[in-house]
């Protein structure tokens, strides 16, 4: 059966701090995705990126990055030089290649940033 | 502009009450979900549909119903059988193959039983 599990509640920073948010999966199929979403308090989400099984680079765009590693079933976020308008609840998400479909997300970790 | 439509953004409903909420989009995307957030269980999966005239339920469909007659619109309704019915409901939709696309989503519909 999939899992997401994002063990961080919530995560408070100063404006400019660098900040991480685990997340750690659980699949037996050895096809996935992986995904991170922003939720800001408007409500809806926004997707930020997916990752495949079979690709493990770590990918960065602008001040976010990801780290993708399979041997501890983790694809964690950092977002580098945090800014006020990081601040909204981020969730990753998982989707088995044999769901089909099927994206299952985990509990969220609300980040928010000081000024 | 395309997108995710949900109406109505805020719904009340008297305990015993079925209550149906809508969702259309104009993306031309097979894929359609309903997901349900309460506050620290994050998203829960509701029902999903990948064709029209197709849908699965997910890990929360008791006391839920949906059906997909059009691709472009996947109405959730929230029968008296959910026994706790108020929360945040959200709407997505993908491309085919939809486990491999992103989710684009609506801006919700929050529901309140008095």
């Known amino acids: 059966a999939q899992k997401v599990t994002q063990a961080q509640t919530e995560i408070s920073v100063v404006e400019k701090e660098d900040v991480t948010l685990d997340c750690v999966y659980e699949?037996?199929?050895?096809?996935?995705?992986l995904f991170w979403y922003k939720q800001p308090p408007s409500g809806e989400l926004v997707f930020l990126i997916r990752?495949?099984?079979?690709?493990?680079q770590n990918e960065i765009s602008g001040r976010y990055s990801w780290n993708f590693q399979k041997s501890t079933s983790s694809f964690n976020f950092t977002i580098t030089a945090s800014q006020v308008v990081d601040s909204a609840v981020y969730f990753c998400a998982l989707s088995e290649r044999s769901s089909a479909s099927k994206i299952i997300f985990g509990s969220g970790t609300r980040l928010s940033i000081r000024p | 502009d395309g997108g995710i439509t949900q109406s109505p953004k805020y719904l009340f409903r008297k305990e015993g009450q079925n209550v149906t909420l809508s969702c259309e989009q104009n993306?031309?995307?097979?894929?359609m979900y309903w997901y349900r957030q309460d506050p620290g269980q994050g998203l829960r999966l509701i029902y999903y549909s990948q064709i029209v005239n197709d849908f699965q339920k997910g890990d929360i469909a008791e006391g839920y119903s949906v059906s997909r007659e059009k691709k472009e619109s996947f109405p959730l309704t929230v029968t008296s059988a959910q026994k706790n019915p108020t929360a945040f409901y959200l709407c997505?939709?993908?491309?085919?193959?939809?486990?491999?696309?992103?989710?684009?989503f609506g801006e919700g519909s929050r529901l309140t039983v008095l």
């Open positions: 699949t037996r199929d050895t096809t996935y995705y």
């Open positions: 997505a939709s993908s491309i085919p193959t939809g486990n491999t696309g992103e989710l684009f």
């Open positions: 990752r495949n099984s079979f690709d493990e």
């Open positions: 993306l031309n995307h097979d894929a």
